[in-house]
């Protein structure tokens, strides 16, 4: 397992996330860069992906969450996944890597914003998926931004593999538009 520098990985039934290269078990080349991330299940227990931003949300303002999804033939994950942005909450427990990564931690507590609606996934074939939110007029202040990539118990051995997470912030009203690419 190679560990995702920034991110916090959790999977308690013993299943694992890291990064792999283009040309790896999905045989085709990620949307953006060499290398794609990973996460899989067992049929003990959830894992997830998460990564705090140090972006804060904002009133009136439309997030857009992005990301390119696939899978491998063998491993289907089916519609047993999700995708979220979260508002608040902390990155808890685990223990962190020279990498950078957060092993055995996860984003507690938050308010659930928006989720990537969950869809049968082509093998070795990348899906661009988005969700989107908008805040109203009043927010609470100092509430930083997080995804959470989560894959759900499965009876076998499942696989996600995942590329390109954005996440774009524009005024609801007349303005301009900020990328953060994550």
Do not use: C, E
Not at 127 to 154: E, F, K, W
Request: charged share 5%; glycine share 16%; aromatic share 8%.
């Amino acid at each position: 397992t190679s560990y995702m520098t920034g991110w916090a990985i959790n999977n308690p039934g013993g299943g694992s996330a890291g990064i792999a290269g283009s040309g790896g078990p999905l045989g085709s080349a990620p949307p953006a860069g060499t290398q794609y991330g990973w996460i899989d299940s067992s049929s003990s227990a959830a894992g997830t992906v998460a990564q705090q931003l140090s972006t804060t949300l904002a009133a009136n303002t439309t997030y857009q969450l992005g990301i390119f999804l696939s899978r491998q033939t063998s491993y289907d994950p089916g519609t047993g996944y999700s995708i979220s942005l979260y508002a608040g909450g902390t990155m808890t427990g685990g223990t962190l890597q020279n990498n950078g990564t957060l092993v055995g931690g996860y984003l507690s507590g938050g308010t659930l914003l928006t989720s990537v609606t969950s869809q049968q996934l082509t093998a070795n074939i990348w899906t661009p998926l988005t969700a989107t939110y908008t805040s109203g007029s009043s927010v609470t202040a100092g509430q930083n931004l997080a995804i959470v990539i989560t894959m759900n118990s499965h009876p076998s051995i499942t696989q996600l593999a995942f590329d390109d997470v954005t996440l774009t912030a524009a005024n609801a009203g007349p303005g301009p538009a900020n990328a953060y690419k994550i």
